[in-house]
T-cell receptor
Framework: KNQVEQSPQSLIILEGKNCTLQ??????????LRWYKQDTGRGPVSLTI?????NTKSNGRYTATLDADTKQSSLHITASQLSDSASYIC????????????FGTGTRLTVIP | NAGVTQTPKFHILKTGQSMTLQCAQD?????MSWYRQDPGMGLRLIYY??????TDKEVPNGYNVSRLNTEDFPLRLVSAAPSQTSVYLC????????????FGPGTRLTVT
């Protein structure tokens, strides 16, 4: 069964600290893995997209890693800011097309001053 | 570019009423999709269209959709039920890789 699991469900960190969010998947065959940031009341916004051959990709203070062998990905946030407070969603695609995306339930991150 | 726009932002319906959620994109994307987002659950695909004039053949009960042109992809609730209370997200993406999806801001719909 194709599934995407994220952990933790929620996380509270102090401003300026680093954190790592996890994503494990069983989707097969694998095409790509995406991390999205969703602010409250807004639609998800793409942070990174990684294909099978990529094991790390950065977008500013966000760094995503991918281990296709163990089917695990992580999103590392460096020097967190209050604006990082959001839900982070991991999405795995099994092939091209709109009906082959599998969504995790997200990690709710709260950054406090 | 405005990207993907959705209207209305919020709406309350009574059971049995119908309404249309609007979605438009100005990026000339072929694919457009509708998702619903419920607490504690990942986004769930409702409909997708690969191009103007096409829609997914499997149509969930209670919904209707049309794709008359590239830009617009309205979702119609035929006879609303409380189970359709959700946040509805519209998305679009290009057929050329990396198939990054662009989401609209969502419509929060409550059916009483």
């Amino acid at each position: 069964k194709n599934q995407v699991e994220q952990s933790p469900q929620s996380l509270i960190i102090l401003e300026g600290k680093n954190c790592t969010l996890q994503c494990n998947y069983t989707v097969s065959p694998f095409s790509n893995l995406r991390w999205y940031k969703q602010d409250t009341g807004r639609g998800p916004v793409s942070l990174t997209i990684m294909t099978f051959s990529e094991n790390t990709k950065s977008n500013g203070r966000y760094t995503a890693t991918l281990d296709a062998d163990t089917k695990q990905s992580s999103l590392h946030i460096t020097a967190s800011q209050l604006s990082d407070s959001a839900s982070y969603i991991c999405v795995v695609s099994s092939q091209t097309g709109a009906n082959n995306l599998f969504f995790g339930t997200g990690t709710r991150l709260t950054v406090i001053p | 570019n405005a990207g993907v726009t959705q209207t209305p932002k919020f709406h309350i319906l009574k059971t049995g009423q119908s309404m249309t959620l609007q979605c438009a994109q100005d990026m000339n994307h072929g694919y457009m999709s509708w998702y619903r987002q419920d607490p504690g659950m990942g986004l769930r695909l409702i409909y997708y269209s690969a191009a103007a004039g096409t829609t997914d053949k499997e149509v969930p009960n209670g919904y209707n959709v049309s794709r008359l042109n590239t830009e617009d992809f309205p979702l119609r609730l035929v006879s609303a039920a409380p189970s359709q209370t959700s946040v509805y997200l519209c998305a679009s993406f290009n057929r050329i890789g990396p198939y990054e999806q662009y989401f609209g801001p969502g419509t929060r719909l409550t059916v009483t």
